[in-house]
T-cell receptor, first 118, second 113 residues
Framework: AQTVTQSQPEMSVQEAETVTLSCTYDTSESDYYLFWYKQPPSRQMILVIRQEAYKQQNATENRFSVNFQKAAKSFSLKISDSQLGDAAMYFCAYRSALSVGTGNQFYFGTGTSLTVIP | NAGVMQNPRHLVRRRGQEARLRCSPMKGHSHVYWYRQLPEEGLKFMVYLQKENIIDESGMPKERFSAEFPKEGPSILRIQQVVRGDSAAYFC???????????FGPGTRLTVT
């Protein structure tokens, strides 16, 4: 089974600074998707960014970017110009690219709690 | 264009009672996934359903838990004879088809007293 590991239970960053959250995963598949989700105190799961494994180019969404290292099975999230509203739990997730049957579910890491210091 | 809806948002049950959690997928979506988030943990897959079919229930506890997605109406996650360890947030996600993007609902927070 696929596993996702987030080794940083907590991180903090000064407002306007940059922070990187780490994620590694284990899989024998060659085609899959990787995601970062943000979960604020409301508990709503908010998609931050998504990466398709077959794409070499790192995904970017405004202040959020990833460093995807397929051979190393690493998928880190960089948040630039951190804002107070970025404070939340961040979950890294893996999903197979299979289109039918089983295996479509997400596999989540245990999360990193990000604090933004004013 | 309503998103995935879950109700109730908060549910309190005494030990031994039954809990019913509902999930209405996005319009046009016929695939539903249920996940459980225990305190201080990430979401864990429980079950994947299409209309009237259970496709994958490999993450469901063997006893007391069941799920359905009828032809009409929401998907239901049912927990019989709840215990304190069932206290968690339960999320559902829906997708248009098996391989497409999943959209999460806001979750139901179950507290067992």
């Amino acid at each position: 089974a696929q596993t996702v590991t987030q080794s940083q239970p907590e991180m903090s960053v000064q407002e306007a600074e940059t922070v990187t959250l780490s994620c590694t995963y284990d899989t024998s598949e060659s085609d899959y998707y990787l995601f970062w989700y943000k979960q604020p105190p409301s508990r709503q799961m908010i998609l931050v960014i998504r990466q398709e494994a077959y794409k070499q180019q790192n995904a970017t969404e405004n202040r959020f970017s990833v460093n995807f290292q397929k051979a190393a099975k690493s998928f880190s999230l960089k948040i630039s110009d951190s804002q107070l509203g970025d404070a939340a739990m961040y979950f890294c997730a893996y999903r197979s690219a299979l289109s039918v049957g089983t295996g479509n579910q997400f596999y989540f890491g245990t999360g990193t709690s990000l604090t933004v210091i004013p | 264009n309503a998103g995935v809806m879950q109700n109730p948002r908060h549910l309190v049950r005494r030990r031994g009672q039954e809990a019913r959690l509902r999930c209405s997928p996005m319009k046009g979506h016929s695939h539903v996934y249920w996940y459980r988030q225990l305190p201080e943990e990430g979401l864990k897959f429980m079950v994947y359903l299409q209309k009237e079919n259970i496709i994958d229930e490999s993450g469901m506890p063997k006893e007391r838990f069941s799920a359905e997605f009828p032809k009409e109406g929401p998907s239901i996650l049912r927990i019989q004879q709840v215990v304190r360890g069932d206290s968690a947030a339960y999320f559902c996600a829906s997708s248009l088809n098996g391989g497409s993007e999943q959209y999460f609902g806001p979750g139901t927070r179950l507290t067992v007293t």
